[in-house]
């Protein structure tokens, strides 16, 4: 059964950079997934960061920028604030209609 | 301006059913793909299901045989019809609209309704 992982968690000084991943159990990650990133602060629906691997949605600070990193895809955020604390999801399109989401990762800015 | 709104959450016992509505406004319904995301309590986000513009309906595994995705274009409502409910059910749903444009992400979500499986 093919799974999408993320880190569980991860922390990041404030002003620093800090790299979320997006890996595939059974497959390294391409462009042909579609990656796309969401960022989600609790009580609150998620908000759409990157879409085909590396474009910033609208109004998407330039400090977040999406990437494929070896086999896997990638966030990272350059210049990390305060309110940058929260989880993040990444999806892989798998075909046939069927979109996959990552486990998440909760970023702790501190 | 998009705007995606749901409706129909609510407490059902274990086997009952629920229909969910989303009614969205701020764009041309039929032209897009809309999905169902859901969150269950403290845990990560989970596609569901989707309805594409041209019709087509996919399913996630865990769902596949218990819930129905369906859309009225003239009411610019997507909908989900979800029967034998478990616990495992129990989530914030939310309405997505798809990009159009071949970048196969969620663009706009909605802000979620919530579905409590218990006796």
């Known amino acids: 059964q093919t799974v999408v992982t993320q880190e569980p968690s991860i922390s990041v000084s404030p002003g620093g950079t800090v790299t979320l991943t997006c890996a595939l159990t059974?497959?390294?990650?391409?462009?042909?997934?579609?990656p796309s990133w969401y960022q989600q602060t609790p009580g609150q629906a998620p908000r759409t960061l990157i879409y085909n691997t590396n474009t910033r949605s609208s109004g998407v600070p330039d400090r977040f920028s999406g990437s494929i990193l070896g086999t896997k895809g990638a966030l990272t955020i350059t210049g990390a604030q305060a309110d940058d604390e929260s989880d993040y999801y990444c999806?892989?399109?798998?075909?046939?209609?069927?979109?996959?989401f990552g486990g998440g990762t909760k970023l702790t800015v501190l | 301006e998009v705007k995606l709104l749901e409706s129909g959450g609510g407490l059902v016992q274990p086997g009952g059913s629920l229909r969910l509505s989303c009614a969205a406004s701020g764009f041309t319904f039929s032209d897009y793909p809309m999905s169902w995301v859901r969150q269950a309590p403290g845990k990560g986000l989970e596609w569901v299901s989707s309805s594409g513009s041209g019709g087509g309906q996919w399913y996630a595994e865990s769902v596949k045989g218990r819930f129905a995705i369906s859309r009225d274009n003239s009411k610019n409502t997507l909908y989900l019809q979800m029967g034998s409910l478990r616990a495992e059910d129990s989530a914030v749903y939310f309405c997505?609209?798809?990009?159009?444009?071949?970048?196969?992400?969620?663009?706009?979500w909605g802000q979620g309704t919530r579905v409590t499986v218990s006796s």
């Open positions: 997505v609209r798809r990009d159009n444009n071949g970048y196969l992400y969620f663009d706009y």
């Open positions: 999806v892989l399109y798998m075909g046939s209609g069927i979109s996959m």
């Open positions: 059974s497959a390294s990650v391409s462009t042909s997934y579609y």
